[in-house]
């Protein structure tokens, strides 16, 4: 894996805690602030930074091809590392790039021009931390990418960086039946400030039925209001989940009365859909049991630090920890799919140290160490694998213990 000419920590050492080596990294930290103007984006020079296999690595990849949606903004580079130690030549990856980043757009399709898999939405919005069209932007790569073939996706945001190889997130995918994994914490401090709740957000105002198709819908609910709940903004979703999204409701106007430009809204977005009664979309939560069933502490898709103390790094964007060369070690050990955040301007050397690790395990160790036994365990994996009669069970049990 290609690194910059200057370049000069040992990821090898780092990774394995060499206290000496860690310390040179954290006494001056390779950062990179601009990528240089003569940076080459060329099919020839991002082959030569790096190897994108033809044929997948093995038949259970070959089985189990992942989609990818994420929305982006800004740090090219940064970008090509995540894609390249997530890529296989069977996954599908799509990206919304913000409407104001013009030169960022302009790299991300040198990139694309390159493979085959890689898709850039036509439609592209005004994005912001704060949340305003990340929704929209999502949906227009799951629109996109639901024409393609893939049994799962994960729903990113730009910093979303893998901490597993590919084999090792099949696995788990696989074994899991391909759970679906959305964090939900208690909502109800934060509604009134992130939706606008003079408008109406009963079912059938939010014309979420096609073709007045309501066969299939429980039009007892219709006239009742959606019930809304709160997350990290990504997630993983079964196929079925998108197909239905996409192509059997109308999410239009819910995405479009839900973006007001209120901070946080978007976390608010998925965790409403997918705990709702009326749409029942493939893998909802009943809204009993979220509190013990879809917990963020036992969320898989993005590890993120929000208390001071527990950031090793002391470095922070946004008063979020980013993950410095220092955390590397423990990166390894941690069950989630996607670390939040590496900054590039703050400590490259960490994403690229921890990028060689993905690499090596990909293609010269290609081993994997996943613990299957405590993915099964999670409670969503459970819940999510329950016969009908089960579920009915666990769902009244909810009703006795919900925390909220």
Not at 130 to 136: D, H
Not at 184 to 190: A, I, M, Q, R, V
Not at 196 to 216: A, G, M, R, V, Y
Request: proline share 3%; charged share 25%.
């Amino acid at each position: 894996m290609w690194k910059p000419t200057n370049f000069n920590l040992n990821c090898l050492r780092i990774l394995e805690g060499n206290i000496s080596d860690i310390n040179k990294g954290i006494k001056k930290r390779f950062i990179i602030k601009n990528l240089p103007n003569d940076f080459d984006i060329s099919c020839e020079a991002i082959h030569q930074r790096g190897y994108y296999p033809l044929k997948p690595l093995s038949d259970l990849e070959k089985n189990y091809p992942i989609a990818y949606a994420r929305n982006v903004y800004n740090d090219y580079y940064t970008l090509e590392l995540q894609f390249l130690i997530s890529f296989a030549p069977q996954n599908h990856y799509c990206y919304a790039i913000d409407k104001k980043a013009k030169e960022f757009r302009n790299q991300v399709e040198k990139l694309a021009k390159c493979f085959d898999n890689i898709y850039i939405t036509d439609i592209n919005y005004d994005m912001t931390s704060g949340g305003i069209n990340q929704a929209l932007s999502s949906y227009e790569c799951m629109k996109y990418l639901v024409k393609k073939k893939w049994k799962y996706l994960f729903v990113l945001q730009n910093d979303d960086f893998p901490l597993k190889t590919n084999l090792e997130l099949v696995q788990i995918l696989s074994a899991r039946n391909g759970t679906m994994d959305i964090g939900y914490t208690n909502p109800n401090s934060l509604i009134k400030s992130r939706i606008d709740l003079s408008k109406k957000w009963d079912h059938k105002s939010l014309n979420f039925i096609k073709n007045n198709n309501t066969e299939n819908f429980n039009n007892d609910l219709l006239n009742e209001s959606m019930k809304f709940q709160k997350g990290y903004y990504p997630n993983g979703l079964p196929r079925e989940a998108v197909e239905y999204i996409v192509n059997y409701i109308n999410l239009t106007t819910y995405l479009n009365q839900i973006n007001t430009g209120r901070y946080g809204e978007d976390e608010m977005v998925w965790q409403t859909l997918f705990n709702d009664n009326f749409l029942k979309i493939p893998q909802w939560v009943h809204e009993d049991c979220l509190s013990e069933y879809y917990t963020e502490s036992t969320y898989m898709i993005r590890y993120a630090i929000w208390t001071r103390s527990n950031c090793k790094s002391k470095l922070f964007s946004h008063s979020l920890c980013v993950m410095g060369i220092e955390m590397l070690e423990d990166l390894k050990n941690i069950p989630q799919f996607f670390a939040y955040k590496f900054k590039s301007d703050q400590d490259m050397g960490a994403a690229i140290c921890y990028a060689e690790y993905i690499y090596n395990k990909t293609y010269f160790s290609k081993s994997s160490d996943i613990n299957i036994e405590y993915y099964l365990s999670l409670p969503q994996t459970k819940y999510q694998n329950t016969n009908f009669l089960e579920k009915t069970v666990i769902i009244e049990s909810c009703k006795k213990n919900k925390k909220w």
